[in-house]
């Protein structure tokens, strides 16, 4: 059974049609590469899967459950979907231990000495231990995006949902970010990207889905997706613009 399903999402603001009916559906263990040309919705579909945009009609199912359903526990069933944000979003007035650690002690109740086991463990995972106790601001955008990655780990999601990750990294640490991410992809994470990195689509994705004008008008694993390209003149036009 898929983990996460969309059935038909449409979104629009007033008369700006952004999504035009998309149906996607990611299994266990899957990585997907979301990449499309800037404005096609790319963003609004992966923020329509956590409901942080509610669609305007479709479904969205999530472990078996509606989420627009009535009465649906959406904090229940969002905790479980981890998110990853372009500007990291972390706690400034906390270490970056800290900021590991707040969630599962808030959402997941776990005792202080637990939690704090368990951020240790992945401040290493992301090469941060060395880090634990620097606040935000005294931390690279590619360390604080580790260590957001690391905070939405410990939640223990089901499913991580990055929204351009890399894109307000200097470029010299995108690839630091894209190998923690490659971890997780090899640990067996099911993950959907939004990226403009054609590295991380072409070798780390499972499938490489292609939003173009709101609409998904590629859904294929990478080797035949960038062998579309020449055939197919819209792809061709956009990996002309990225790579
Ligand atoms: N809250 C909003 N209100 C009105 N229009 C919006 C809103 N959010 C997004 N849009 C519009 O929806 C369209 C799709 O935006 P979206 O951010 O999903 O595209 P994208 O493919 O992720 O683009 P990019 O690669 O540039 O980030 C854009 O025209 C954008 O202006």
Do not use: W
């Not at 983990?3 to 997907?32: C, M, R």
């Not at 009535?70 to 972390?90: A, E, H, I, T, Y």
């Amino acid at each position: 059974m898929a983990l996460l399903e969309t059935k038909e999402i449409t979104k629009s603001y007033g008369d700006h049609h952004v999504l035009k009916g998309i149906d996607f559906t990611i299994e266990p263990g899957e990585v997907v590469a979301v990449i499309g040309p800037s404005g096609g919705g790319k963003s609004t579909f992966l923020r329509c899967l956590n409901l942080l945009e509610t669609p305007s009609s479709g479904h969205v199912v999530f472990d078996g459950e509606d989420l627009l359903a009535p009465k649906v526990d959406l904090d229940r069933l969002r905790s479980r979907m981890g998110m990853v944000f372009q500007q990291f979003n972390l706690f400034p007035n906390m270490t970056a231990l800290k900021n590991i650690m707040l969630p599962q002690m808030d959402v997941l109740k776990l005792s202080k000495k637990d939690a704090e086991a368990r951020a240790m463990e992945l401040l290493e995972k992301v090469n941060m231990t060395h880090r634990a106790h620097v606040y935000p601001n005294r931390l690279s955008g590619g360390q604080k995006q580790r260590i957001a990655i690391a905070r939405a780990v410990a939640m223990n999601p089901k499913v991580m949902l990055f929204d351009e990750p890399t894109s307000a990294l200097d470029p010299e640490v995108v690839h630091d970010v894209l190998d923690v991410m490659a971890g997780l992809a090899a640990d067996g994470m099911t993950m959907v990207v939004v990226t403009h990195e054609m590295g991380f689509a072409r070798k780390v994705a499972d499938r490489v889905v292609f939003i173009d004008g709101g609409k998904i008008a590629a859904d294929l694993p990478p080797e035949e997706f960038f062998s579309e390209a020449n055939t197919n003149p819209r792809i061709r036009s956009f990996l002309e613009k990225v790579l």
